[in-house]
């Protein structure tokens, strides 16, 4: 069987709240600074070269793609932030656009933040999270460019995150799964495919006999997690 992922299709392009497509099938977003890999990310989850398009010029994605599913999903690659060079005007209307979607919008049912592993959380990724995780909606880390590491750091560059993640936002944890993963190497992709699948309410080909590392990374589900404090920083 393939993944829900596999064989994603274009679907349309948006720059501004008007012209997202109104909510219905569920909706999986893709967010995390410029640059650290958000796209590559979609393209080697769909298994396709240029799907999303990818960029060696940070700031390249200023608008949301959307990707059409098998199954009728969307996934939305949204627009990178952090990057210096982005006119000042630019920068805050994606961030209020940013913040604003993932708060609100109602068909989304997960969201993948992409974080290179080297550098780990930045400030922006925080406040995206913080603002999200009121929601108690599940998160997935992608640890990206893993590749950059020993085969023997990755662990640690993914357990760094995870407890970065713990530290800041003790009442959330249980929202979060971190996978140290590569785009170019393909690391991490079942382990991904898997929480995703679940998201999707489907479960991957080799779902039932999960292999034995798998099995920390199941997928975080919500459960009454917004008891806690809304913003405990
Ligand atoms: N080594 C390595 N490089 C990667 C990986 N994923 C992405 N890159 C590189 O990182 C750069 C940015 O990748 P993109 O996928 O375009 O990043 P993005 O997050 O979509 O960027 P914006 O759309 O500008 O926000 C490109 O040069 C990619 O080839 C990875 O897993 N390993
Ligand atoms: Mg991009």
Request: no cysteine; net charge positive; glycine share 8%.
């Given at each position: 069987?393939?993944?829900?992922?596999?064989?994603?299709?274009?679907?349309?392009?948006?720059?501004?709240?008007?012209?997202?497509?109104?909510?219905?099938?569920?909706?999986?977003?893709?967010?995390?600074?410029?640059?650290?890999?958000?796209?590559?990310?979609?393209?080697?989850?769909?298994?396709?070269?240029?799907?999303?398009?990818?960029?060696?010029?940070?700031?390249?994605?200023?608008?949301?793609?959307f990707f059409r599913l098998?199954?009728?999903?969307?996934?939305?690659?949204?627009p990178g932030y952090g990057?210096?060079?982005?006119?000042?005007?630019?920068?805050?209307?994606?961030?209020?656009?940013?913040?604003?979607?993932?708060?609100?919008?109602?068909?989304?049912?997960?969201?993948?933040?992409?974080?290179?592993?080297?550098?780990?959380?930045?400030?922006?990724?925080?406040?995206?999270?913080?603002?999200?995780?009121?929601?108690?909606?599940?998160?997935?880390?992608?640890?990206?460019?893993?590749?950059?590491?020993?085969?023997?750091?990755?662990?640690?560059?993914?357990?760094?995150?995870?407890?970065?993640?713990?530290?800041?936002?003790?009442?959330?944890?249980?929202?979060?799964?971190?996978?140290?993963?590569?785009?170019?190497?393909?690391?991490?992709?079942?382990?991904?495919?898997?929480?995703?699948a679940s998201w999707l309410?489907?479960?991957?080909?080799?779902?039932?006999?999960?292999?034995?590392?798998?099995?920390?990374?199941?997928?975080?589900?919500?459960?009454?997690?917004?008891?806690?404090?809304?913003?405990?920083?």
């Amino acid at each position: 069987m393939k993944h829900p992922l596999q064989l994603a299709e274009f679907h349309l392009t948006v720059a501004n709240d008007a012209q997202l497509p109104p909510p219905g099938p569920p909706e999986i977003a893709f967010a995390g600074r410029s640059n650290a890999g958000k796209s590559s990310a979609i393209n080697a989850l769909a298994n396709r070269t240029r799907l999303a398009f990818t960029s060696k010029t940070p700031g390249r994605t200023q608008q949301i793609n959307f990707f059409r599913l098998r199954n009728g999903a969307l996934l939305a690659d949204l627009p990178g932030y952090g990057y210096a060079a982005v006119p000042q005007a630019l920068k805050r209307h994606w961030q209020e656009f940013l913040a604003r979607y993932l708060a609100t919008r109602q068909s989304l049912v997960g969201l993948v933040l992409v974080v290179d592993a080297r550098h780990g959380l930045a400030d922006l990724d925080r406040r995206l999270l913080a603002g999200y995780f009121p929601s108690g909606r599940p998160v997935l880390v992608l640890a990206t460019k893993v590749d950059k590491f020993t085969a023997s750091a990755q662990g640690g560059a993914r357990r760094a995150i995870e407890r970065d993640i713990a530290g800041e936002f003790p009442f959330h944890a249980a929202q979060v799964a971190v996978v140290a993963f590569s785009a170019t190497r393909h690391i991490g992709i079942p382990a991904a495919e898997a929480i995703l699948a679940s998201w999707l309410g489907e479960t991957t080909s080799d779902a039932g006999a999960p292999a034995p590392g798998d099995r920390k990374e199941k997928a975080p589900r919500s459960r009454g997690v917004t008891r806690g404090p809304k913003n405990p920083r």
